[in-house]
Structures are given as structure tokens and as C-alpha cells.
């Protein structure tokens, strides 16, 4: 998954002494935690690099997490090969223009609602909800249920 406008709101924060903040939803971490416990594995895929977005991910146990990302395609190859994933076994949930590339290859691709309009009328899903705020919930769950584990 993306982290910008799909982990959190897309906003960020800088404090006078140069530090970032993030907020990210409490859901979508249960989410995830949820989802691990069930078998399913989480790579966070994203165009910047922020200590935040490192501590969270640390705090859900997500197996890869890749920051500063230009080629996203480029980077899930070689996840999906270190755990033996062809990309259409692979969801993966963007909200921008970078995204697009990864979006177009992989089994099942979704978007926060408030995603911009050219992922949302791209994506084999949009979520009811924004970024940061449950999108990344709902599509995992929407996932367990498909494979009935919820």
C-alpha cells in the first residue's frame, strides 16, 4: 500500500524544529494486524521517506517497507518474487498519479474515496472511506471476507 493519502489524510505536519507528524487511523492498524494474523502480508510502497511512516509500519509488524520510491512496479516485482507472488495475487491501495503504473498490474487494485479522480476511475475498487480515515480497513477487510476468514 501507499502511505500518503491512503495510510493517513495525505496532510503532513512540521514542527518549528524540522520534525514530521503523521496521523494515521487506529482501524486501518487493526486492520492490518488483523490481517497478518490471518496469513496476509503487508508491503508499504511509498514515493517519500518519512521516520513516521517507518515507526507505525515497525508498530504493525509489516514484513517490507519501501520508502523513497520512484518506480513502484519495479519495487513489487521484487517483493511479490521474495515471497513467491505473481502481482495478480497482490492487492495494492493508491490515492495519486504515481500510483497508477502499480495500480494497472496487480489482481486487485483499490483507492480511498477520496482518491484522485483518474485512480478512482482506474481501480477495481473504491472504498467508502478516505485515506486515514478506514480505506485500508475496509479493503482488507472486504479481502478476509472473500477468503472467509472473517
Do not use: W
Not at 514530521?20 to 494486524?33: A, P, Q
Not at 490481517?35 to 509488524?61: D, Y
Not at 518506480?71 to 505473481?86: H, I, L, P, S
Not at 502481482?87 to 483499490?110: N, W
Request: proline share 2%.
Amino acid at each position: 500500500m501507499d502511505v500518503d493519502g491512503v495510510l493517513t489524510d495525505g496532510r503532513i505536519m512540521f514542527g518549528d524544529d524540522g520534525s514530521e507528524f503523521k496521523l494515521f487511523d487506529v482501524h486501518d492498524g487493526y486492520g492490518i494486524e488483523r490481517g497478518t494474523q490471518k496469513g496476509l502480508r503487508f508491503a508499504i510502497v511509498s514515493g517519500r521517506s518519512s521516520k513516521a511512516t517507518a515507526k507505525r509500519a515497525r508498530e504493525l509488524g509489516v514484513a517490507e517497507i519501501h520508502q523513497g520510491v520512484k518506480d513502484k512496479t519495479a519495487v513489487a516485482r521484487q517483493v511479490c518474487g521474495r515471497y513467491g507472488f505473481n502481482q495478480k495475487e497482490v492487492c495494492f491501495i493508491g490515492d495519486d498519479e504515481l500510483d497508477v503504473p502499480l495500480l494497472k498490474t496487480v489482481g486487485l487494485s483499490a483507492a480511498p474515496d477520496d482518491a484522485v479522480p483518474v485512480v478512482r476511475e482506474l481501480v477495481d475498487y473504491v472504498a467508502s472511506a478516505g485515506g486515514g480515515r478506514g480505506a485500508v480497513r475496509e479493503v482488507v477487510d472486504l479481502i478476509l471476507k472473500a477468503k472467509n476468514l472473517i
